[in-house]
């Protein structure tokens, strides 16, 4: 059942917030009287006036479903009126499906994925998404959400989308946080359960948070006491994530010297003067996956290695939990940061 009250985001300064955040990405919000939200693929996003929305609805979270709309859509999209959609049947189900779960995406890191939900008939889709919008599943709209997300995840959507979602939620404060300045996660829960504290400094052991680290720079000191973020995860579990040897990375280099090339000959290619070990499309070849038991979810999936125990040393140096392991989980969508 929609919402019936006014929108907390329905206050002029989030409005500006999103106004300076289209602008940022080169479109101009406009209101008009003729549509409840429209793009003109000449740079305007058009969204109606008052009398036009329902109460429930605000200026801010119609900008963000139309910018969502341009990171998955992208390229020449950008140009066409309505992203190149049709709205007025089933064509692009799909495609709105991808936008919901992108926003979704964006909009968790900062703890605000129901008000910025859809308050249209795509509200019933938005609000059955998993807690993980980008991880594995049958829905054909994971791919192109993975595929937004990592558009979404570079410049310049990255900077815009990002501080515009961190100023929202600053502007429906007060609320409490988590020390390192995000919204509060999984009650019960600590920075001591999360799967991206590591123990990093100088001689003795200090709490840090890879989550909050900037790329390449130790993440700031946390205390595993402190309270879960919202971007708290479970520790990782290589049976269910398989990233690494997914679509993250794009090859494993090995040496000549490495055991796997003649243990596994069948699994090793030759590139000029190195050897990799063979892809199948976007994944090792040596990576199974099977659909799990019944003691498990029914749409789980769980990975294993066809040569583990020959395993090459790249893969014996990959470490569970660790920056690479961060980096190859965000790539996949089955970390929650963009």
């Known amino acids: 059942m929609r919402r019936l009250a006014p929108s907390p985001l329905a206050r002029d300064a989030i409005e500006r917030v999103w106004i300076d955040a289209a602008a940022r990405l080169g479109f101009r919000v406009a209101r008009t009287p003729q549509a409840y939200a429209t793009s003109d693929g000449r740079g305007t996003i058009a969204i109606g006036v008052g009398e036009v929305l329902d109460v429930d609805d605000a200026v801010a979270q119609l900008v963000f479903h139309e910018l969502c709309h341009a990171v998955t859509e992208g390229g020449a999209a950008l140009s066409r009126p309505d992203w190149g959609l049709d709205n007025t049947g089933p064509r692009d189900v799909v495609r709105e499906h991808a936008c919901l779960r992108l926003q979704a995406h964006l909009a ?112 700031p000191r946390t205390e595993r006491a402190a309270p879960a973020c919202a971007r ?59 659909r799990s038991d019944k003691t498990r979810a029914h749409d789980e999936r769980i990975f294993t290695c066809a040569i583990y125990e020959d395993r090459p040393q790249p893969c014996r140096d990959f470490a569970a939990g660790g920056r690479h392991c961060l980096d190859a989980r965000r790539r996949v969508g089955l970390s929650a940061r963009g």
């Open 108 to 219: 968790d890191a900062h703890g605000l994925r129901a008000l910025m939900a859809p308050t249209t008939e795509y509200r019933a889709y938005h609000d059955a998404l998993p807690g993980a919008p980008l991880a594995d599943g049958d829905d054909p709209a994971i791919a192109i959400a993975r595929e937004a997300a990592a558009r979404a995840a570079a410049w310049p959507w990255r900077e815009a989308l990002r501080e515009a979602l961190a100023a929202t939620a600053a502007a429906l404060a007060p609320a409490p946080v988590h020390p390192l300045g995000m919204p509060l996660g999984p009650a019960g829960e600590t920075c001591g359960s999360c799967a991206w504290l590591y123990d990093g400094g100088r001689g003795k052991a200090v709490a840090r948070c890879r989550q909050a680290a900037a790329p390449n720079a130790a993440g």
């Open 232 to 290: 708290w995860e479970p520790p990782v579990d290589c049976a269910t994530c398989g990233a690494c040897c997914r679509e993250a990375y794009h090859s494993v280099t090995v040496s000549v010297r490495d055991p796997v090339v003649w243990k596994q000959p069948e699994l090793v290619e030759r590139r000029g003067h190195r050897f990799e070990i063979r892809r199948e499309g976007d994944r090792c070849a040596a990576l199974c996956d099977r």
